[in-house]
């Protein structure tokens, strides 16, 4: 599959900004006194009554996010892979960085969320899947005895308990339309699922290298039409080394399955949804294991008529790869969200 003329542009224009983000970020780093124009990277914790438990969350604020200030902020939500924490995209992602030095090109600001999903996949546990009484943390290695998540609701901890916290306590511009989301692996799955669960909550949604399309089976390489899972034997083959996973959060049968698909959840959102659905884009590496998967979600958006932006790059599932896409998934929710004045 080769990449889209309009996918090409964007990789041109992204060349050129990583280009000028260069240069600029090192002529402000030298900029004498003044110093680095950049963001404050800080965790907080709060209550989350969707998971019955306190979470952590690194939050990224702006370089003129200030106490005395009354400017506001679209807020964004990074959301980790499996296996990821909370950390993920500012230690290993540089997310931070690269949203500083966007802005130092003239990219507008924004509040950015980093949640801890554990490995709940962002989404509800099918109650009646073999589902433990308790979730250890994933990250921290504590278990169940020290740290229980009880209510396995990730997916509603973001869209209800996260935005109500962040807009309680941050200047957020407090609106679906500057608000959105993305994530990488599990997090891209998570952020797209999300987003079209919840179009009343934010307003775009980017993936990289999401797995988007949990059931698939084949041809490899994608050819129309696809294949998918209908049994517990096909959903076990299909998820390889991520049954382990995905059964607590998908359950053990294809009902359960075929609620969490994002090509389902896309049918949905767009049957009964009123309003306008979120933008959407999707990116993974040609050599990723999830490419087949991304592009038969592709296909399915394409045939629903969802509007939506797709690329393949060079690359593999690894923060290699992140890291250099993470500037593409900022702008384009950047450039879907309103960013406002600042004032309320």
């Known amino acids: 599959m080769t990449i889209s003329n309009q996918a090409r542009r964007f990789g041109l224009y992204i060349a050129l900004l990583t280009s000028a983000i260069a240069s600029a970020h090192s002529q402000t780093r030298g900029a004498g006194a003044a110093g680095p124009v950049t963001g404050t990277v800080r965790t907080d914790t709060l209550w989350s009554q969707s998971l019955g438990i306190q979470k952590e969350v690194r939050i990224y604020l702006p370089p003129s996010y200030v106490a005395n200030s009354a400017k506001r902020y679209p807020v964004l939500f990074y959301l980790h892979g499996l296996g990821g924490d909370e950390k993920n995209w500012t230690a290993s992602g540089k997310l931070d960085a690269a949203m500083d030095s966007l802005i130092v090109t003239g990219t507008a600001e924004a509040i950015v969320v980093m949640p801890d999903g554990d490995d709940g996949w962002w989404t509800t546990a099918n109650m009646f899947a073999d589902v433990p009484a308790c979730r250890a943390d994933t990250t921290r290695k504590e278990s169940a005895a020290t740290y229980c998540v009880p209510w396995l609701h990730y997916d509603d901890y973001v869209a209800r308990d996260l935005v109500t916290y962040i807009d309680r306590k941050y200047r957020t511009l407090q609106t679906r339309n500057s608000r959105g989301i993305a994530g990488l692996s599990m997090g891209g799955y998570g952020a797209i699922t999300i987003a079209l669960a919840y179009p009343d909550v934010f307003a775009a949604a980017a993936s990289h290298s ?105 690359g593999l599932h690894d923060w290699i790869y992140w890291r250099a896409h993470v500037p593409e998934s900022l702008v384009f929710l950047l450039a879907h969200v309103q960013t406002g004045a600042g004032s309320r």
Not at 233 to 242: D, P
Not at 264 to 274: E, G, H, S, V
């Open 210 to 314: 999401g797995v988007m399309s949990p059931r698939y089976l084949g041809p490899k390489p994608f050819v129309a039409p696809p294949t998918y899972a209908g049994d517990s034997i096909g959903l076990r083959t299909a998820a390889g080394g991520l049954w382990r996973t995905q059964r607590v959060a998908f359950g053990l049968d294809s009902m359960g399955w075929i609620a969490r698909d994002p090509a389902r959840i896309a049918l949905r959102a767009k049957t009964l949804q009123k309003g306008p659905l979120p933008a959407l884009r999707l990116d993974c590496g040609v050599s990723d294991t999830y490419i087949q998967e991304n592009r038969d979600f592709h296909a399915t958006l394409t045939a629903l008529g969802v509007s939506h932006e797709y690329a393949e790059w060079p």
